[in-house]
């Protein structure tokens, strides 16, 4: 049973498409994550919620807007994308938001704009 | 702005040679986390270090905060194939902010 799964594995799409990820939870977790993680596989934090609340948007452009409708579920919605959203996207949860808290991470999103 | 910066960024050893991966920052965490990432896989934690000079051993793996807790050491004895990935180090000034470091791709030849 997959603690923390997103969907799809892959997506590829065309410039300026409308593209959405999806995550889902079921540890019982209240703070929830995006991740990027580019080609040399640094991975920088894009989003923080707590809660269904948005905590942290760390200078992520206005094109990317995550949605927690319930604190299990936290989805990203990407505008018009472009060829520098390539990469892949990482979704995580943890039981509270301290940084010596054990992330989960799902199994990624790789994102291939042509 | 708090940085890992991590070293070698590259590694590629003969199975049952030893190794010692660096992470290192100008900063003070309250902690710091090491995790491995395997191609197509998110990370895995694999521990965390909360006390300056504290030491961990998981099997063949020791990890070391230092005492001023701007850096941390990951230790592998008699590397094997399976201890392959992507090796992340991971802190943060309390809250919400995981930083991850620059990653060290480590790969063990049989």
């Known amino acids: 049973d997959t603690a923390v799964s997103q969907t799809p594995k892959y997506l590829v799409t065309q410039m300026g498409n409308d593209k959405s990820i999806k995550c889902e939870q079921n540890l019982g977790h209240d703070t929830m994550y995006w991740y990027k993680q580019d080609s040399k596989k640094f991975l920088k934090i894009m989003f923080s919620y707590n809660n269904k609340e948005l905590i942290i948007n760390e200078t992520v452009p206005n094109r990317f807007s995550p949605k927690s409708p319930d604190k299990a579920h936290l989805n990203l919605h990407i505008n018009s994308l472009e060829l520098g959203d390539s990469a892949v996207y990482f979704c995580?949860?943890?039981?509270?938001?301290?940084?010596?808290?054990?992330?989960?991470f799902g199994s990624g999103t790789q994102l291939s704009v042509l | 702005t708090q940085l890992l910066e991590q070293s070698p960024q590259f590694l590629s050893i003969q199975e049952g040679e030893n190794l010692t991966v660096y992470c290192n920052s100008s900063?003070?965490?309250?902690?710091l986390q090491w995790y491995r990432q395997e191609p197509g896989e998110g990370p895995v934690l694999l521990v965390t270090?909360?006390?300056?000079?504290e030491v961990k051993k998981l099997k063949r793996l020791t990890f070391q905060f230092g005492d001023a807790r701007k850096d941390s050491s990951l230790h592998i004895t008699a590397a094997q194939p399976g201890d392959t990935g992507l090796y992340l180090c991971a802190g943060g000034p309390g809250t919400y902010k995981y930083i991850f470091g620059t990653g060290t791709r480590l790969k063990v030849l049989a």
């Open positions: 900063s003070v965490f309250s902690s």
């Open positions: 270090v909360v006390t300056g000079g």
């Open positions: 995580a949860s943890s039981q509270i938001p301290a940084t010596n808290e054990k992330l989960f």
